[in-house]
């Protein structure tokens, strides 16, 4: 290529391995940093090919493309690897296996994990790396994320080790969520033919268990997670979740890198799902999306509720959220004058409180249960506030959009909401929003009393709103970020093969 879009020498090939990504499948978080980043290494000049699984969900042209003859624990797999182009320099392999992702739900269905994730995971793992050493030339690294790809640094390590082109392709392990694990009973190894040996303490036994996630973090040649806070907690007990001795044991090769957000996606400018644009230099439209929010809702949009904050509240409805802090502060947060518009699901006990609480005061709490991605963008539009009192969050990207949508976010100082969100400093007016520290309802009330106490001053209030919507969340500083890692990364593993070598 001799045009200026030409990637520079220097470019990069990353093999990333992910078990969702935007736009093709999505439960959370974690799709959208995959399917964001990968987009902003393509702009910086690199190859980025994405494998993950076809589940039912993915809507994209193409069928049975390569045929990949797949032997795993005995068991024969038809696996096809369709090729889907995805802008320059960006490329899409979904690993096509029916019997494996044909199926509802990426994880599980009717709040049951599918019983054979190990095999569903492991055969992605497998797919990927068997796809790569099929191309012309080898990936630069290989890029895997939380524990479904735990097995890509693994089979690199075991599998692929012997092979002198691939054992000087290092690996990357991003940790998004500690919490989730990938635990499986220890026969799973044979299952996934993966020698005994690797039930031990330096490979991946976990309390007498197979965990992917320990696979990924001992066999990755480096880690990230998140952010750079949540890459401090997770050396603590009250955050490692039992990993924290081995996470110290890595600390030298573990960094944290602030997750980006998608902004165009994410722009209340361009935003189709906004009745009107706005932005900090002109947020008149944001009254728009309130009153949508309002009549979406079924709640009242008189002059009244108009004036009254508005907290929106848009989670997984789980225990990692903060969900027990509104448990107990839900009676204290009902008499507030404020309204709360809330979208979500997740546990059921925190569904029925929610949906109690709308119930008991049906004009000023409404409740959708379920996944609704225009709905998620209409209440980062139309709310004042937004509400995130999680118990850990690595990195959380709905702060980020609503501070981008001049909607204040209230929050727990953990992980990256610590990173993100700067405390409203009353003196001199600086900061992004209001944070508590303590992991107690009394203080998420503190917290949420000072910001209503706030939104009662609309001067001050709307300095606050266009603080946060000046703040760059883009993904270039992440993107590069990551870069910076492969390259260190890169010429470490050369290095460590060229002494083996000698
Ligand atoms: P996590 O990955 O832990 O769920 P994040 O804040 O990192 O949390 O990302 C959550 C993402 O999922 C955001 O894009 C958010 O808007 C979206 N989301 C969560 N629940 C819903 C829902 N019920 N409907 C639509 N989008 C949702």
Known sequence: MSDASAPPTSALSVLMVASEAQPYAKTGGLADVTGALAAALARLGHAVTMVMPRYRVVDAAGRGGRRLPLTMGGRAFEVGLVEVPHGPRERVVLVECDELYDREGLYGAGGQDHPDNAVRFGVLSRAALEYAVGLESPPSIVHAHD???GLVPVLLRTRYSADPVWRRIPSLFTIHNLAYQGVFPAETLSALDLGSELLSIDGLEFWNQVSFLKGGINFADTLTTVSPAYAREIRTPEYGEGLEGLLVHRQQVLTGILNGIDTDTWNPWTDPYLPAPFSAADLGGKRFAKRAVLTRYGLPDDATAMARPLIGMVSRLVGQKGLDLVW???????AMDAAFVVLGSGERRYEEMWRDLAAAHPTRIGVRVGFDEGLAHLIEGGADLFLMPSR?????????????????PVVRATGGLDDTVRPFDPDTG??????????RSSAMLVALEAA????????RWRALQQAGM??????????AAYVHEYRKVIDRRREADGERGE
């Open 147 to 149: 524990w479904q790809t």
């Open 328 to 334: 107990e502060g839900r009676g204290a947060l009902a």
């Open 392 to 408: 850990f969050e690595p990195c959380g990207l709905n702060q980020m959009y609503s501070m981008r949508y001049g909607t204040v």
């Open 430 to 439: 600086a900061g992004t929003g209001f944070t508590f520290h303590e992991y």
């Open 452 to 459: 209503l106490a706030l939104y009662a001053r609309p001067a």
């Open 470 to 479: 000046r703040q760059d969340f883009s993904w270039d500083a992440s993107a």
